[in-house]
């Protein structure tokens, strides 16, 4: 019975070690069961056994080994039949989940997440609404103010993308030092770029505005200066705390960045009412109310990663092979990044041509426009989330990632409608809340249609692109990005030169359009990474380092 135990414990053991390997492959140590070597306590007592009873006894064990060696076998296989049809039958369940289950998932998981983008933005059209009650021609500077402050803060979003890849696959592995690491490295990273933009902003803004503005709005350069250079002393603790908010989030962590982001978004409130307002220090006020509310949501998010075990003050010099693979990892989705932003950028460029009161307008339209267009950014979030799985996983199913994909398009589109209907109706029914002028409020609504087509469509356009970057096709949602940006550009130039600020907002309403076709298309083609077979054409090879 002992003997019979030690076997079956023994293959137990075994298969833990190698849970992929036959039992056929593997190799039962001598000592165990070898009859030439008994216990010492069974010599003992056994000097005088004869020749014919060791032989006995030395075949009798081998016959019970054998038994007990094709039981364990036996048990072994019967066990991974188990296992196969257990997880043979999850597939088939996952696979008959309906779309509207499917739906209520997705928004249980997007939910929480959603808070995260809304809190950025909200603080920008905080400043628009606080100040444009107090002057037109600071409501017309904040539009380049917040290019330099706002716009140039994309550039570095790779550092969010490396962040949350690179700890969330050193966590699958259980690796608690290479997520420190890693985490520790790109502080470093943050840290440094926030150095050099703060010098940035502080040697150049003011040369940057008036470069942006032109000499027919020379008038808004001082006040839009101003509130570059202090923004611009937020810029180290900007993008240290969008490692440690990216960190959190890779170890599906969104509560504490939230919390973070929130007590931000009260503070710049109520500093924005207090300096604006009270005190008096117009666009001044706003920027430091913005500065400090930064500053504060990087110190939280840094000590909710500590809570967590790890060192968020731990800085780490990169090696020139660590930079190469961020940079091999981040480099399209940033190239996709730079093309928005610079898209976004040219909108305002061409309104600063049409006077200040058109300035004004489109900044109270591309704020509200972009905190709108945040609520869809969960959506590629959630495919990023779920879709490697399906695409790439051992249970892996197209079919399931199209019914998914679905079920993100639907969500979208319901959503895309919504945010349309309630974002064109805040600057034309209430436009009071942004400024008391009366041309300007003009202005605001003679975009309102194409600003409606913009805005509709945006969110399934984050659900296309989300797929794609969760299924790795990275080279082509960059080159059709930089395609958009330079045909756009060319209808944005033919477009507002003719129609004005209509025409910027029309042109908007293409980009946005295209970008979705584009996207729908390449998901739809028999060459898809949601229909083709072959996945090694969508591997990005340099993420096996990660």
């Not at 000097?47 to 060696?69: G, N, P, Y």
């Not at 703060?198 to 470069?211: C, D, E, K, V």
């Not at 610079?342 to 600063?352: K, N």
């Not at 049409?354 to 959506?379: I, K, N, R, S």
Request: hydrophobic content about 50%; glycine content about 6%; some cysteine.
């Amino acid at each position: 019975m002992a003997l019979k135990l030690s076997s079956l414990s023994l293959h137990s053991s075994l298969r833990h070690q190698h849970p992929n390997s036959s039992h056929s492959n593997h190799r039962i140590p001598l000592r165990f069961f070898a009859p030439s070597l008994p216990p010492t306590s069974c010599l003992s007592g056994a000097a005088s056994v004869s020749t014919f009873h060791r032989t006995l006894f030395a075949v009798t064990v081998r016959a019970f080994q054998s038994q007990d060696e094709s039981k364990s076998s036996d048990v072994f296989e019967e066990e991974e039949k188990d296992e196969e049809i257990s997880r043979q039958g999850e597939k088939k369940e996952l696979a008959k989940q309906s779309i509207w289950s499917q739906i209520k998932e997705i928004v249980m998981f997007t939910g929480p997440a959603t808070g995260l983008w809304i809190c950025g933005p909200l603080m920008s059209l905080i400043d628009t609404a606080v100040i444009g009650q107090r002057s037109s021609i600071e409501l017309a500077a904040l539009g380049p103010a917040t290019v330099v402050c706002d716009y140039m803060s994309y550039v570095f979003m790779f550092l969010s993308i490396a962040t949350s890849n690179m700890v969330a696959t050193a966590l699958a592995k259980q690796d608690k030092e290479e997520v420190q690491h890693h985490i520790s490295v790109l502080l470093f990273i943050g840290l440094s770029c926030g150095v050099g933009m703060l010098l940035f902003s502080r040697l150049f803004g003011a040369s940057l505005i008036t470069a942006f503005t032109g000499p027919k709005n020379a008038h808004v350069v001082p006040a839009a200066s101003n509130y570059v250079k202090i923004r611009g002393l937020a810029w180290p603790a900007l993008l240290v705390g969008w490692v440690a908010q990216s960190a959190s989030l890779g170890m599906k962590d969104s509560l504490g960045p939230l919390k973070a982001l929130a007590a931000a978004t009260v503070i710049n409130f109520a500093g924005c009412i207090l300096l604006c307002t009270y005190l008096g220090y117009g666009i001044v006020g706003a920027a430091w109310a913005t500065m400090v509310a930064q500053v504060v949501a990087a110190y939280m998010m840094i000590q909710n990663l500590n809570m967590k075990g790890y060192n968020a003050l731990a800085f780490s010099i990169p090696t020139g092979k660590e930079i190469l693979m961020i940079l091999g990892l981040a480099a399209p989705v940033f190239l996709t990044l730079m093309s928005k932003v610079a898209f976004y950028a040219l909108l305002i460029y061409f309104a600063t041509s049409m006077g200040t009161h058109t300035m004004a307008a489109h900044q109270v339209m591309v704020q509200t426009y972009g905190m709108c267009t945040v609520w869809g950014e969960p959506l590629s979030q959630t495919a990023q989330s779920f879709m490697p799985e399906l695409i790439y996983g051992v249970n892996r199913s197209l079919s399931k990632a199209r019914l998914l994909l679905k079920s993100l398009v639907t969500i979208g589109a319901m959503l895309g409608l919504l945010l349309g209907i309630v974002g064109t109706s805040v600057p034309w029914l209430f436009p009071y809340v942004f400024t008391p002028d009366r041309m300007v409020i003009q202005e605001m609504h003679k975009v309102l249609i194409p600003y409606f087509i913009a805005l509709a469509i945006t969110p399934p356009t984050h659900s296309l692109e989300g797929t794609l970057l969760a299924g790795r096709d990275l080279k082509f949602i960059s080159l059709s990005m930089t395609g958009c940006f330079c045909v756009g550009t060319l209808v944005l130039w033919a477009l507002s030169s003719r129609f004005g600020l209509l025409g910027c907002w029309f042109s908007l309403a293409l980009f946005q359009w295209a970008r979705f076709s584009i996207a729908l298309r390449r998901l739809l083609s028999p060459k898809g990474i949601l229909y083709s077979e072959d996945t090694d054409q969508y591997k990005l090879r340099k993420l096996r380092t990660a």
